[in-house]
């Protein structure tokens, strides 16, 4: 049992990073950036957008004003998250972006997810190695975008989010797409006795969910995927971008490096079309 693997995606414009909305639906934008475009010195280079991390603040200012450009999106209309490593999911609105200087600065407490149906509203979540799953709805004008860390992932955020969709809409969750973004991977991600029980307890021996010598190795795309599917999600409709964060140098890795950054992860339905064909 594999998500759909789209290992090529197209790139930004100028930045590299994965460009994954034509999986979502038409006219929605879904971006991963990595740690390459940005203006952050080690060890938080260059590309950090988390606030949290002891990074500059300026810088991490910056290179979200840098994420804003290059997308061809208003500052003012990107949604962020406080992460708490919980399963709490939101609607939001652009309403809700009132009150702060900009857009860079609008937050939404004690959140792990985050949906809209509002046009040009930019939901995102920063990771370093945790999985970002976006979801889309293209023909009832919906959007989310969740944070699943193990505890989200155990918790079933997914759950979480799709049950608040469909009582906010009434939605069918079967019609949904998710695309699961760059985070760690068995290979790197090794875990005590007592956290890979956890896992083993909620999806079972049969799961193949923990592996590896020992079965200390939880799957956090493979224990996502059956969330999505049990959720009512088809499995036609799930899929998979980017590689393993800990492997990777390209992107931030806390298992790998502690001190680190945090890439976005950002999806939008489009209102305007980009003067230079990105937006």
Known sequence: MTANDHSETSPVRGAGWIDAGGLLGDKIRLVFTDRRGGVSSPPYDSLNLAYHTGDEPRNVFDNRMRVAAKMCVAAERFIYL???HGVRVARTTLGDLKGSENGLD???????????????????????????????????????????????????????????????????????????????????????????????????????????????????????????????VRHGNISRVGGCTCCEGRYFSFRRDGVTGRQGAFVYRVDEECENGSG
């Open 82 to 84: 406080q992460q708490v």
């Open 106 to 232: 609008a937050v939404i407490a004690e959140t792990d997810g985050v949906f809209t149906t509002e046009k040009g509203v930019v939901l995102s979540v920063l990771t370093a190695d945790c999985v970002p799953i976006a979801l889309a709805l293209p023909s009832a004008g919906v959007v989310a975008m969740l944070h699943a860390g193990w505890r989200g992932t155990i918790g079933n955020i997914v759950a979480s989010a799709l049950d608040g969709i469909k009582r906010e809409t009434g939605l069918d969750p079967g019609e949904i797409k998710a695309v699961m973004g760059p985070a760690i991977g068995p290979c790197c991600y090794e875990v005590d006795e007592g956290r890979a029980r956890l896992f083993v307890e909620k999806y079972g021996e049969e799961s193949n969910v923990v592996t590896g010598e020992g079965r200390r190795r939880p799957d956090l795309f493979r224990a996502n995927l059956i969330n999505l599917l049990e959720a009512g």
